[in-house]
């Protein structure tokens, strides 16, 4: 069965650092890109970072230098970390594939206080 399941959310102060990982089926992870969106309350959910196949990455600008997306050391784990976030960095964060697979996980809190 496909999925995507994230883990690592949680709160955390501006300035700090939060890591969230997601893990992939064999499908997911051997035939679709990957990548990280958010939608913060009453906003429109946005693309934070993809990684293609052959390890380009792709960042909305407003996490750029601040976020890395990267293939993880564990199987089929896709990781975002996070450093020097900003309260506006508070969303729901969801791993998903590209949208040829159409695979989205169950999303996970991330909340950031001043």
């Known amino acids: 069965q496909e999925h995507l399941v994230e883990s690592g959310g949680g709160s955390v102060q501006a300035g700090g650092s939060l890591k969230l990982s997601c893990s992939a089926s064999?499908?997911?992870?051997?035939?679709?890109?990957l990548g990280w969106h958010r939608q913060a309350l009453g906003q429109q959910r946005e693309l934070v970072a993809f990684?293609?196949?052959?390890?380009?990455?792709t960042y909305a600008d407003s996490v750029k230098g601040r976020f890395t997306i990267s293939r993880g050391d564990s199987k089929n784990t896709l990781i975002l970390t996070m450093n020097n976030m900003k309260t506006e960095d508070t969303a729901m964060y969801y791993c998903a594939t590209d949208r040829l697979c159409g695979i989205w996980g169950q999303g996970i809190q991330v909340t950031v206080s001043s």
């Open positions: 990684i293609n196949d052959d390890g380009s990455t």
């Open positions: 064999d499908y997911a992870w051997n035939n679709c890109g």
